[in-house]
């Protein structure tokens, strides 16, 4: 039982134009959103994050959007460029009784085509 | 500051043997993770510590062990290695405190044969 989706494994895209990575997820209790990069035989590196009081973050080229009720979060890269082609992970994390916990979807793989 | 150090970056070991993968964060992190990441899947938590002396199974623990008995370390032992363990084993920190982000390791690359 996934609770966070990425429903799409994988995406190209022309580099210049927008490429937009979902993520879906079940658990209400869920309240902070985060995209992670990552490359071959790397570790994942952080990229953004969005609390969930919150409906759209923005970094640079890259802008997060949370729609609470649908549970649905997009990232938006524009433009996008060569070297943003990886796999990105959408992680989304809920407090309990010992602290902080990451659950992550599957991952879709974005190749930017020059 | 070298973040999350994990060693050894691969390794192959034979059906029963055991070993212990290492991971050391420089960050002062309360929180540390291990994850393992099988092929097309995501990340899935196998135990976690929220401070020294502090551990709790996470998604997959099964055959698995931790121990943290410095804020620095968190050691992953696996015992009696079976061909269902070969995967890529993450080591995550992250600072104490909601809404943060954790911070990964390089990963180490584990086939059992």
């Known amino acids: 039982d996934q609770q966070v989706k990425q429903n799409s494994p994988s995406l190209s895209v022309q580099e210049g134009r927008i490429s937009i990575l979902n993520c879906d997820y079940t658990?209400?209790?869920?309240?902070?959103f985060l995209w992670y990069k990552k490359y071959p035989a790397e570790g994942p590196t952080f990229l953004i994050s969005?609390?969930?009081?919150?409906d759209k973050n923005e970094d640079g080229r890259f802008t997060v959007f949370l729609n609470k009720s649908a549970k649905h979060l997009s990232l938006h890269i524009v433009p996008s460029q060569p070297g943003d082609s990886a796999v990105y992970f959408c992680?989304?994390?809920?407090?309990?009784?010992?602290?902080?916990?990451?659950?992550f979807g599957p991952g879709t793989r974005l190749s930017v085509l020059p | 500051n070298a973040g999350v150090t994990q060693t050894p970056k691969f390794r192959i070991l034979k059906i029963g043997q055991s070993m212990t993968l290492q991971c050391t964060q420089d960050?002062?992190?309360?929180?540390m993770y291990w994850y393992r990441q099988d092929p097309g899947m995501g990340l899935k938590l196998i135990y976690y510590?929220?401070?020294?002396?502090?551990?709790d199974k996470g998604e997959v623990p099964n055959g698995y062990n931790v121990s943290r008995s410095t804020t620095e370390d968190f050691p992953l032992r696996l015992e009696l290695a079976a061909p269902s363990q070969t995967s890529v084993y993450f080591c995550?920190?992250?600072?104490?405190?909601?809404?943060?982000?954790?911070?990964f390791g390089q990963g180490t690359r584990l086939t059992v044969v």
């Open positions: 995550a920190s992250s600072y104490k405190g909601r809404g943060t982000e954790a911070f």
């Open positions: 658990n209400s209790m869920f309240d902070y």
């Open positions: 969005i609390s969930s009081i919150k």
């Open positions: 992680a989304a994390s809920a407090w309990d009784n010992y602290g902080q916990n990451f659950v």
């Open positions: 960050m002062n992190h309360n929180y």
């Open positions: 510590s929220v401070g020294a002396g502090i551990t």
